[in-house]
Every structure is written in C-alpha cells, then in structure tokens.
C-alpha cells in the first residue's frame, strides 16, 4: 500500500463513486445570489485549535441554504485550516478536497503532517471543508426503510424499481427537503467562494482530486478571478447524461482494461507466476468456479464471484497492489483464498454522497426503459459489473426532483494560469478518457499530464518524481509542462 494515508483513505471513498452530470453553459448568477455572497463573506472565521490536534485549526461558517433566498435557513460549514510551515515563504492558500463527498476536514487532520503534505504546506495554507450533508457539516442520515430485492420476471423486476424509487426519494426528502436537494456540485462551488471571503484571500490555489475535480470545475468557470491556479487530479467526466448508468459501465470497461494490462505486464515478465497461464484466463477460471459453487471461509461466511471481482477491481485501482492481484489469482486458482481478506472494500457512501450525486445528474428514467439497457451492460461488462447492480443506483434517483447540472465551461480565455491536469492511463475509477473530457469542457486540451501506468490518484506517489516535479513546479512557480507531457509507469515491482 502507498505509505501516504491520507490520499489513500481519499482513495478508498472515491471508489464507492464519483458523481457528476452533463456540462452546461454558465449564465452570469443573478442579483440575488450575489446579495447573498455579498452578506455571507462578511462574517468573521473564528479559528480554534482542533479537537484532535492543536497544530491544525478548525472553524465554521454559517452560510445560506438556499443562495436565493439568503436571509432564509442557513447551516454550519465545517471549515479546516493547517498554516504554513514556513510563514516567511508563504505563497497563498491550497485549497484540497479527497472526493467522493468526504470529511475535507478529516482529510487534512489526518494528513497535515505527513511528507507528501508538508512539502506543499511549507509555502501553503492548507484548507478543506466537510461539503454540505457530509462528516461535520450537518452530515445527512435518510434513515431509509426499503423493501427487500425479491427478484422475477421483466414485469415483477420493473413494478420493484418502480417502486424502491418513490419510496428512495420520500425517505431521503422528507428528512429536510430545502437542505437535502441543495447538496450539489454548484453550491458545494459557492460554498468555497464564501470560504475564502472569509479567508480574506483574494485568489486561492487549488488541488482537487477525483470526484471533487468536477467541483473545481464548476469553481473556476462561476469565479475565474479568484483562481491563482488549479490542478485537477484522476478527475471525473463533465459530461455524463445517463450517469449512474454510463460512469459504472465505463468504470468496468476501465478494471477490465487494467486487467488486461497487468497480463500484458505478466506474459512479458518471465518470473511471473501467471506467465504462462496468463492473468486474465485466471481470473476468467476463478470466477466461474465462484458463479457455480462459492467458497465457504473459516467463519462460515461464504464467498462469492461477485465478492471475488469487487476485491480484484479494488486492487487494481492501486498501481502498487497489482503484483499482489498476480499473486491472489496464483493462490485462487490453487483454492487459496486467504489473500482477499486483506484486500479492504470502498465503505458504503453516506446520503450525503447519494443527495449530491441525485442532485447533479440530470436523468430520470422509468426501469422499463433502462432495464433492457442495464442487461446489456451486465452482459458486456461482466466480470465487473451485473444488471442488479446497475439496476439499485439507477433506481436511486428516478424519482428525484429535477437536477441542478455542474455549471463547467470553456475558460481558455479567462485564466491567467491554465489549469492543469494529470490522470493514468490505466486508472479504474476515473479512466483517463475523462481527464482529456475534463480538459475539452475547459478549454484546457493542452495542459493534460498523462501518466502511463495505472492506479487512481497521483499527488500522493512519492515512486513518481515526474508528476512530483510537475506538481510542485505549477504550485510553487505556476509552470506548466509542455504540451502533450506523458510521465513513465513505475516498475512492476513485488507486493
């Protein structure tokens, strides 16, 4: 495992899965929405050492609800701060967030003193926040009650989706309706714009990884001016229109892709156990052995194919980890399953996550029309993927009200600084097709670092001094790459 915790935690949430919606133009915000700024950057920070460690302080900010509506409800906005190391070098203020919609806070607790942070924090301040619905921002509980899958024919399955999403919505809305449907990329975006008038920053620098990358986005194209720069890392896609049917297909085709690159990798590499059988003919064998009889464990917990591919496609998302896949799938072909239960899974998303993830995708669809879609899918992406679970997160929002899409634009002409970009060529979670859309949406087609091995999230490689240098050239002296830059894989080393 990477030995730098805490974008490997970043790494774990991201995987229970980026969310983000069609990209669409951004209109100039209206006169009430700039009111509410105008009053909300007025109050004051009142820093405090943080409960779990004094070098590290934490605050919060009461900001609206609703930016229409600013002297309606507000809430508490969890906000973290660990100040530079070296206060006579400070450039600014590095804004980070992990992803998926984790604890920004925690985030930086856990690693405000580890060495891939405190090289940037020498000549940075380093703050987060915990999004709306999340960690110490009012985190959101649906307490949902829902009926259990029961399977049967096209006709049963539809009249159960059907179903499962009224009753989704209800129980998530009911718990605050004004607060759940504001959770969303865009306020998330306004949230920050408000923390940093708070701050009395005039710009911030930017670091924002994963599922937060779109977040970035939305920031720079409603606030260019306040962007002294920002690096968008592993990001996800600006532009999905069916997203919880199109981002875990292209998220099975990408482990299905790192599969076949590990016995690439492995056929090339005489000392590899799987060499000769080959890695992707193992896993194919495993998992059928799995689909017709799964393995009981120790504690009489079974073992299932699906379990088996949920733990391969976790690994591979870590680039270091996939010596130790060769080797689980060597052991797994012998019977030996021992390895997997090392292997931790993504924890189950908080209904912050789900509220965020409704809120930004703009699709609504009745099962029976995606239902042929989603057999489909399972079908064509199945060592990773299968129609049911497709068919849950489908039905999550179905009957959701209307979306509120991340406003992200083309800002070629807009930033001083461009904005830069790194994403793996092998990456599981945010497959590098997205970096490069991410990038068109922006403008930003030549500012893409492209890395050529795999694994989710690179500012936290300390094995990759070329994406290192980069990083710290952009941050520190906002120096880009040339044009095109691709960074060579590490070594296939042991697990």
Known sequence: MQRFTWLFAALILCLAAPLLAQAQPVPPPDAAILEGAADTSQRDLHWAPCPETAAVECAALTLPVDYEKPRGATFELAVVRAKALNPAGRIGTLFVHPGAHA?????????????????????????????????????????????PFTGGDDAALQAFFDDRAQRFAAQCLDEDRAFVLSISGNNFARDIEQFRRALGERQLSFLMISNSGPVGAVYASLYPKRVRAMLLDSPVGPDFRDYNIERPAEQAAAKDFALQRVGQICARTPSCPLHTTGVVAAFDTVRERLLAQPVT???????????????????????????????????????????????????????????????????????????????????????????????????????????????????????????????????????????????????????????????????????????????????????????????????????
């Not at 012998?334 to 390895?339: D, K």
Request: with cysteine.
């Open 103 to 147: 604890s920004g806070v925690r985030f930086v607790l856990n690693g405000a003193s580890d060495p891939s942070v405190t090289r940037v924090r020498q000549r940075f301040d380093i703050v987060s926040l915990d999004p709306r619905g999340a960690g110490r921002t009012r985190p959101l509980a649906c307490n949902f009650s829902l009926p």
């Open 297 to 495: 464990a120790p504690d009489g917990s079974l073992f299932t194919a699906g379990m088996f591919s949920n733990a391969i496609g976790f690994a591979l998302s870590i680039e270091s980890q996939w010596p130790l896949v060769v080797v689980a799938l060597t052991n797994a072909l012998a019977e030996n399953y021992a390895l997997f239960a090392q292997v931790p899974g993504p924890p189950a998303p908080g209904d912050g996550f789900t509220a965020r993830f409704c809120n930004d995708y703009g699709t609504r669809r009745a099962a029976a029309d995606y239902q042929p879609i989603i057999e489909a899918l399972g079908a064509t992406y199945k060592r990773f993927t299968g129609a049911s679970g497709l068919a849950f997160p489908v039905s999550n929002c179905m009957a959701w009200p209307a979306a509120d899409p991340p406003r992200i634009r083309n800002l070629q002409r807009e930033l001083k600084t461009p904005i830069l970009l790194l994403g793996s060529e092998f990456d599981t979670d945010a497959p590098f097709p997205w970096t490069k859309r991410m990038a068109t949406a922006l403008g930003m087609d030549d500012t893409v670092v492209r890395y050529a091995g795999g694994g989710h999230v690179l500012a936290n490689r300390s094995d990759l001094p070329c994406i290192t240098s980069i990083i710290d050239a952009y941050l520190f002296d906002l120096r880009l790459p040339a044009a095109g830059t691709i960074c060579p894989a590490a070594p296939f080393g042991a697990p």
